[in-house]
């Protein structure tokens, strides 16, 4: 979080703090005087009363009671009134808190979004004038043309990302699940990644014959995210670990790094939409803050789970877990 949104912070606290304790000193101050006023009409009834009226006793005791009658309106709606208020101030002090760090990782998505629209964009368009203004042997362009597809592929996975995050955001991305070889989509991503990064270490066990119930186009980008995200915080000499296993009710997708690892705390923020740690400005790796975020909403459409562990060195482990696709296996 930046020194700006830090400072932010602090004045709404501070601004909550002051407003909230004058809001409770005013109510107190009423309560104060509405009893003093209580008090002063219950003795200036009691002194018109004569001493000697013989129904002295009956009217003093109706005195007293319409007063202990007013007390107890005060207290039950100045309690009414503090609660109402505690509660409305908490609500909008807890609003404009979020509205304040979704405004600053709005502003990184928007740094990071035209940062990742850029390069692909400038890459692709210098690889093509190279290809249109010189002529080179087959090998040459053969390698132009592969990374200029590269960057196209990483241009559309980032496009679908932030297509999808919207019709999830809006509810309308309907699911068509079916039986699905998950063996296939993760043994197809691993081959994937390895091609594209042949100088990285990604080591894969995956078991075979392990069929879920699914939607291929949503699994596919899950199973996407999770590698590029483990490849992303990795060290270049770190390795990768992807992990597929499976029972007759529970299929365990285990993708682990070897980077800096995630704290606790922020375990559980990385689930959130947009959010990234550190400032946009000096980061080094490259992102959007959307690929956790969809990896969960992705998982909980499948009435799956998510989770996050250390691993027992360094780095992390991102453990989803769905359930096995049972009348394939009976099949």
């Not at 039950?76 to 405004?103: D, H, N, P």
């Not at 682990?256 to 959010?275: A, H, N």
């Amino acid at each position: 979080m930046t020194l700006s949104t830090k400072h932010k912070l602090t004045i709404v606290t501070v601004v909550y703090w002051v407003l909230l304790s004058y809001m409770v000193a005013a109510l107190v101050w009423w309560f104060v005087a509405l009893q003093k006023q209580n008090n002063l009409m219950a003795n200036m009834l009691l002194s018109d009363l004569k001493r000697d009226d013989p129904h002295y006793i009956g009217k003093a005791t109706l005195i007293q009671a319409a007063h202990n009658r007013k007390v107890a309106q005060y207290i039950g709606e100045g309690s009414t009134f503090l609660a109402l208020i505690f509660f409305g101030a908490v609500f909008v002090f807890r609003a404009t808190r979020r509205q304040i760090r979704l405004s600053h990782q709005q502003h990184n998505f928007m740094m990071a979004v035209t940062h990742e629209l850029k390069t692909p964009i400038a890459v692709a368009q210098l690889n093509l004038e190279t290809l249109q203004k010189r002529k080179l042997d087959e090998e040459k362009q053969q390698k132009l043309i592969s990374n200029t597809l590269q960057e196209a592929n990483r241009l559309n996975t980032l496009c679908n990302n932030i297509l999808l995050a919207a019709q999830l955001d809006a509810g309308g991305y309907k699911t068509v699940q079916q039986e699905l070889n998950l063996t296939d989509i993760v043994a197809g991503s691993a081959r994937n990644f390895s091609n594209r990064y042949p100088q990285r270490s990604i080591e894969a066990d995956i078991d075979e014959g392990v069929y879920v119930l699914g939607e291929e186009l949503l699994l596919q980008m899950l199973v996407n995210n999770l590698i590029e995200n483990a490849l992303k915080y990795s060290p270049v000499e770190g390795k990768v670990g992807i992990r597929l296993k499976s029972n007759e009710n529970k299929t365990v997708l285990q993708i682990s790094d070897e980077g800096i690892g995630i704290s606790d705390e922020e375990k559980k923020q990385v689930f959130e939409k947009f959010y990234r740690s550190g400032d946009e400005k000096i980061r080094n790796t490259k992102g959007t803050g959307l690929g956790l975020y969809l990896c969960k909403k992705i998982v909980q459409s499948h009435k799956g789970t998510i989770t996050i562990s250390d691993q027992q060195i360094k780095g992390s482990i991102f453990k989803v877990t769905i359930n096995t696709y049972h009348d394939r296996k009976q099949g």
